[in-house]
C-alpha cells in the first residue's frame, strides 16, 4: 500500500461567515487534508504538533478515518495552534482576527521511521523551515512532494519559501498567490515562470472560479461545482490538496492525465467541505456521496463534439 | 437550410486598453454575432440599421461573410450608432467614454419576408422594444429564440425586458446581470428564479471564468480557454452567443446535450475574439483553426474517471 504523510497544521479555528459563527472547533491545513485524504484507505500519517488541550475526541475522530497519528507530537503543558477569522459577505475574503500560534512556534517535525519511504509528501501550509525539514528527513526520495502554500510565507520568509518550492513537484496556491510570486497577471504565463522555479506541475486554485493545473504545454481546468449556498470556505483548500494527494497515492499513477482525476477528486471534496462549519461535513462525508457528487462533475463538464 | 435572424447593433466603436487604442472601427452587436455564426456556412440576415457614413468596405466584408444584409437599413443622412470605452488595466471591467445612438434612436426593425420562417431568432443586445418588435414580426413561433442583454436596459426599462424575456427560450447574461435581475447571489440560484420569468435556458456569462448553461435541474459550465494575453474584450459576450446560436441553426438540434456543444463552440469563438482589436481576428478566423482550439479545449475540460 503506498503511503501518504502529511505535514500541516491541527489547529482550534473560531470562525465568523454571515451564516453564524462557532467557539474553538477542529481546524488545521493537516486536518482538512487528511479528512479528505482518509477518502481513498490510503496508509496516511499526519506529522504535526498540539497542545494538552486539545481534546481526546479529536484525536479519536482522526484515529477513526485511520489516520496514524504516531507524529502529532501533544506537549502536555502547551496551547494548540489557535487561528481566527471573520468572512466578508461574499465569502470570497477574509480578515484574519487572532492568531495564537503556541506549540508550533517551537515545531521540530519528526518523520517517523516507518513513514520515511512514504511515495507521497503533501506539506501543508505550514512555516518553509517546517516544510524542509519533512523534505530532508525522508530516506529516499519520495515518488512526489506537493507543497501547498500562502501569501503569508511570501510577505514574511520568501527565500526559504523558494528553496522549499525549488524541491517539490507540485505547488498547488491561489490565483493571487500565483501572481505575487511571480509578479505575473496573466496565470498562464505566471504557472510557466513557477514551472522554471522547480514544480514540474502547478495548480493555481481561483475559489468559486475553479482550479487549473499547468504541466509544461498543457492545460487542465476543473470549475468548483455551482452551489446554492456556500455556508463557510474554511478548510477548501486544503481539503482540494488533500483529495487531489490522496487519490495520487491510491492509484500509483502520476501521469499528467491521472492528475487531472486527481483534481477532479480534490475539487469535489472541496465542494462538499463548504457545506457546513469547520470539518462537520467531512466528517460524515460517506463514498456514496462523493460518488453520486462526481458523476454530478461529470455532466457539469463533459460533452460530446466530435472533431475533424 | 436553417435561418438564423440576428438583431443588434451595428455600430463604430473606439476602444482603448491598456494595449493601445483605435480610431472608429467597425463594431456592434449584431456584427460579433453574424461574424462568429458565419463559421457556421448557415443562412444569417442581420436586422439592423446604420447611417450615410458608414463604408461600403464593413458592408462588402459582412456579405463576404454570407452574412444576409438585405435588412440592414442605411439613413442616408444618418449617423451610424457609436460607442467609445476604455478598459481597465485588469481588463475586468471598462467605462464608458461616450454613446451617440444616431440612427438608433428612430430605429424601426424590418424582418424580411423570406426570414419571417426562420427557426432561431438571436436578440443581439439593443432596445428591448426593438427586440419585442422582431419577435412580433415572425410569422410563427421560431424554435428558438436567444436573448443577450445587460445592465443598461434593467436600470433603465425594465418592464419592457421583462416582456422580452417572458417570451425568449434562452438569455445570455453575465453574472452581475443575472444578480442584478434577480437580487439573488448564488448564481444557482440566480439561474433559477430567471427560468420562472420565462426562458427554459439560461446561460451565465463569467468573462474570463466562463460560462454556465442551466436547464431545469443540469448544468453545464464551460471555462474560458487560459490566455497569455486578452488583447481587446469588445464583443467577446457577443461572439459567444453568435457561436451558441450559429451551431443550433446548424445541427438543428435543440436537446440540453447538444447545446452544451454550442456553449463550447460559443467559448471557442470568443477566445479568438479578444485576441485582437474589435473584429479584427474573427474576420481572419479560418475553420482549421477553430478545429485545432476546440481540441484544446478538449484537453482543457475532459477527463477519464470511472465511477462505480
Given at each position: 500500500m503506498q503511503k501518504l504523510v502529511i505535514v500541516g497544521t491541527v489547529a482550534f479555528d473560531a470562525i465568523e461567515t454571515p451564516f453564524g459563527k462557532t467557539d474553538k472547533i477542529l481546524g488545521g491545513a493537516a486536518t482538512y487534508i487528511g479528512l479528505a485524504a482518509s477518502q481513498f484507505n490510503i496508509d496516511a500519517a499526519i506529522v504535526s504538533v498540539v497542545g494538552g488541550d486539545f481534546p481526546q475526541e479529536y484525536l479519536t475522530l482522526l484515529k477513526d478515518k485511520n489516520?496514524?497519528?504516531?507524529?502529532?507530537?501533544?506537549?502536555?503543558?502547551g496551547k494548540t495552534f489557535f487561528w481566527s477569522g471573520k468572512y466578508k459577505n461574499d465569502l470570497n475574503s477574509r480578515d484574519t482576527l487572532d492568531t495564537q500560534l503556541n506549540v508550533l512556534a517551537d515545531f521540530n517535525p519528526k518523520v517517523p521511521a516507518q513513514y520515511k519511504d512514504a511515495e507521497i509528501v503533501m506539506l501543508g501550509n505550514l512555516h518553509p523551515a517546517v516544510q524542509l525539514s519533512v523534505i530532508e528527513q525522508m530516506a529516499e526520495m519520495p515518488k512526489l512532494i506537493i507543497l501547498d502554500t500562502m501569501n503569508f510565507w511570501m510577505d514574511n520568509t520568501m527565500d526559504l519559501l523558494k528553496e522549499v518550492i525549488s524541491k517539490v513537484d507540485v505547488i498547488t496556491i491561489n490565483d493571487e498567490e500565483a501572481r505575487q510570486l511571480t509578479?505575473?497577471?496573466s496565470l498562464v504565463v505566471a504557472a510557466r515562470k513557477i514551472q522554471q522555479m522547480g514544480p514540474k506541475y502547478v495548480v493555481i486554485k481561483k475559489g468559486e472560479h475553479g482550479a487549473l493545473l499547468f504541466h509544461e504545454e498543457e492545460i487542465f481546468f476543473a470549475p468548483a461545482l455551482p452551489l446554492e449556498e456556500v455556508f463557510d470556505p474554511t478548510g477548501a483548500g486544503d481539503t482540494f490538496a488533500g483529495g487531489f494527494a490522496g487519490y495520487l497515492s491510491k492509484t500509483n499513477d502520476l501521469s499528467f492525465d491521472n492528475m487531472k482525476n486527481a483534481v477532479i477528486y480534490g475539487s469535489t471534496l472541496a465542494s462538499f467541505c463548504?457545506?457546513?462549519?469547520?470539518?462537520e461535513r467531512m466528517q460524515s462525508l460517506t463514498k456514496a456521496e462523493l460518488q453520486k457528487r462526481l458523476k454530478q462533475f461529470k455532466s457539469l463538464t463533459q460533452f460530446e463534439i466530435k472533431l475533424s
Open positions: 489516520i496514524d497519528l504516531t507524529a502529532l507530537e501533544i506537549v502536555k503543558d509578479g505575473e497577471y463548504v457545506e457546513k462549519f469547520g470539518t
